[in-house]
């Protein structure tokens, strides 16, 4: 059972929900411990959205550096349930969008010299095992802490089908909405 493609995503899935409730409960400690006034310096950052957004495009195309969890709680910070949805659902657009991104630099990756002797010399196998379980690599990233920019660069290095690779990675909106949904639930302001 171990190297079934089930195992595999049952294992990340368990991964993924353990990721979760870390930050939950972060979140919840942080709001209950934490003096809000403390935080009055970072204000005029949380005030400048369009500051957030571009710190979040560039976390999300260069490996998320940053979790996108950071920015769901980045969110809720007016209380506002509509322009909390709002919120997640264009950060969930831009992860996506990154996702893309990351497709073509590992495809143009691929066209360097470099690259393929390294892949023909070391990684040979790997584009055999990214075409099958590719799908599964793809959707675990868009749901887990797995850097989803990264997985998208070696999705698209080994010529993975474009439109598969945007069907699976519409998962991605699926964790953002999931997050939305729990944050709303645990947090009685919004």
């Known amino acids: 059972m171990k190297n ?3 195992y595999y995503v049952i294992i990340n899935l368990v991964k993924a929900l353990l990721w979760l409730a870390a930050f939950v409960i972060i979140y919840l400690l942080f709001k209950k411990y934490i003096n809000v006034d403390f935080l009055t310096w970072l204000e005029p950052l949380f005030d400048n959205e369009v500051l957030i957004v571009l710190i979040f495009l560039i976390s999300e195309i260069v490996v998320g550096i940053i979790p996108p969890e950071v920015f769901i709680i980045w969110a809720l910070r007016n209380d506002q349930p509509a322009e909390f949805v709002s919120w997640v659902i264009v950060l969930a657009l831009i992860s996506y969008c990154a996702g893309i991104i990351g497709y073509f630099i590992g495809h143009n990756l691929n066209k360097s010299i470099f690259f393929r002797w390294t892949k023909k010399r070391f990684l040979s196998k790997l584009d055999e095992r990214l075409q099958i379980f590719g799908g599964y690599l793809i959707m675990i990233a868009a749901l887990t802490p797995v850097p989803f920019s990264g997985t998208c660069m070696l999705i698209g290095s080994a010529d993975y089908p474009f439109r598969k690779f945007l069907l699976f990675a519409l998962s ?12 709303m639930e645990i947090d009685p302001n919004i």
């Open 4 to 6: 079934t493609k089930a």
């Open 172 to 183: 991605r909106f699926l964790k953002f909405g999931l997050y939305a949904i729990i944050f």
